[in-house]
């Protein structure tokens, strides 16, 4: 063989006229095989590049019809959900909008656990959201959110069903059953917790004005009384609400698999009960879980069973554990604010003064004079911003201000963007409960407050978070000095929360 290569290399011979072996040939069909593999994996390894840029490319340049709002995307999936999910010390505005708003201004995208989204810090666009739904825009919240609520939670139906919901809980909570039940046995709730508190060295005023709410509004609505079992389903619901407004990381040891453990744990219960209470069709109506299983044995009923579960969830949840935490927030602007406490203790002294029997029980008439009760209400809910986003999802896509939500993103309305704007409410981080004065009473959302909500989705258990605040104001003022032992940070992440407890000690003044 090596004489042949000789000659070929003189240019004697051509490589084609020397005799290879077929093992030669093997070879380097095999050699060239690998090359020709090699730059196909090249190839390939190019276009997966190529087309993950064009990907990530995409996730941050998002198609629009028009012109959306400047923001950025975050990361391919995550997006900005860790800054969103940030905690944030303060009663402020959280560093994610108030960073975006001076850099982007009152309108930003951005991308929130996988979803892309517009925040609104505006007031007009906020009620042009809530005024527009079911015409432009729908109720939603992200898959987590979902996901913890339930699939068919009342925030995710729409149209008639929605309506004829709210109806069926307005017969537990509305001002009708308020001024004949309600009232009466939340002032004698009142009564007895802070009596039971002050037997005592301290009390985390947080975990007992949850216990308080949530034993009046479970036996409302499931017929529970104070137990160790309704303990047991009020800790599942705490676990619910530490995970509500967290990262969603379903994994052991995560505040979310803390809270999808605590929807199980609750949702078996509440199934039990369902399943006990329609295996007896002669039981008689004594909560309002009852009128849902009525509903749900008519010939053709509007419920499913799982809508129903899902409700009862909902209301649970709702009706105690955001009340319990501004209340919470609002003794602990109270030990802080003085001034507030003496004109709180002079209305409600005057309002004593005026009872036949100074030990009677709060009523109508006396609950609507409490001028200054109203206002110190609306100044603690402003400061406590219990909801940090409402959801809404654009239906088609919408023309705000020169920018386009596309059809299907959320927008999210940012109640504490409006709360704590300088140019609405002056020196919005102090507790001036005398700024509401002379204003008349707010019933609805509007383009200045939204507590509570706005539009055809406005609280519907407002009214009843207003007379357990107040309820509970009276009789603290009017019976009790207080100090705080211990305690009471905040952090928002961004939902509010008292990471170390909110101790205080209470001084009967008789």
Not at 418 to 436: C, G, M, Q
């Amino acid at each position: 063989m090596q004489p042949y290569l000789e000659l070929a290399s003189l240019g004697l011979i051509t490589t084609a006229t020397i005799p290879l072996s077929p093992r030669i040939y093997s070879t380097i069909f095999l050699q060239a095989m690998a090359a020709m593999a090699y730059i196909s994996l090249w190839g390939a390894a190019l276009a997966a590049v190529l087309a993950l840029l064009h990907w990530v490319y995409r996730w941050r340049h998002p198609k629009s019809t028009g012109t959306l709002p400047p923001g950025s995307m975050g990361l391919p999936i995550i997006g900005e959900t860790l800054q969103f999910f940030a905690p944030n010390p303060t009663c402020g505005l959280s560093p994610f909008v108030r960073d975006r708003v001076k850099k982007y201004g009152s309108m930003f995208k951005t991308s929130i656990v996988g979803r892309p989204v517009v925040v609104s810090a505006d007031p007009d666009v906020n009620h042009y959201v809530f005024q527009n739904e079911g015409k432009l825009f729908e109720s939603w919240y992200p898959d987590t959110f979902t996901e913890i609520f339930g699939r068919d939670n009342v925030g995710s139906l729409h149209g008639f069903i929605y309506k004829y919901l709210k109806t069926l809980v307005l017969r537990l909570y509305g001002q009708e059953n308020l001024k004949a039940v309600l009232l009466a046995e939340t002032d004698a709730a009142c009564r007895g917790s802070l009596a039971s508190w002050a037997a005592q060295p301290c009390v985390d005023i947080k975990e007992g004005l949850s216990t308080m709410i949530f034993d009046l509004t479970a036996k409302k609505l499931i017929g529970y009384e104070p137990s160790e079992s309704s303990e047991s389903l009020r800790l599942n619901f705490t676990a619910f609400i530490r995970g509500l407004i967290s990262f969603p990381l379903n994994i052991p040891g995560t505040a979310y698999h803390e809270c999808m453990e605590g929807r199980k744990n609750a949702m078996k219960v509440l199934k039990g009960m369902m399943k006990e209470r329609m295996a007896d069709p002669e039981r008689k109506s004594e909560d309002f879980f009852d009128h849902v299983i009525q509903e749900l044995r008519r010939e053709k009923p509007l419920l499913t069973e799982t809508i129903a579960l899902d409700l009862m969830f909902v209301l649970l949840f709702a009706s105690f554990e955001t009340t319990a935490l501004a209340l919470t927030l609002g003794v602990k602007l109270l030990a802080e604010n003085p001034k507030v406490v003496d004109a709180l203790t002079e209305e409600h002294e005057a309002i004593i003064r005026n009872r036949e029997d100074p030990d009677a029980a709060v009523t109508w008439a006396e609950y609507k004079s409490m001028t200054f009760t109203s206002q110190v209400i609306m100044e603690i809910v402003r400061l406590a911003n219990i909801v940090p986003g409402i959801f809404r999802r654009a239906l088609q896509d919408v023309e705000i201000k020169g920018y386009t939500v596309p059809a299907g993103w959320g927008i999210m309305v940012c109640p504490p963007a409006v709360h704590l704007n300088p140019e609405i409410y002056e020196d919005p981080l102090a507790f001036n409960p005398w700024r509401w004065q002379g204003k008349p009473e707010i019933t609805g959302g509007t383009k200045h407050f939204m507590a509570f909500g706005g539009g055809l989705r406005f609280c519907v258990g407002t009214d009843l978070t207003k007379v357990l605040m107040a309820t509970f104001i009276h009789n603290l003022v009017t019976k009790y000095r207080w100090s705080t032992v211990k305690g009471g940070n905040i952090v928002r992440t961004p939902g509010l929360g008292f990471p170390d407890g909110f101790d205080i000690q209470l001084f009967p003044k008789n």
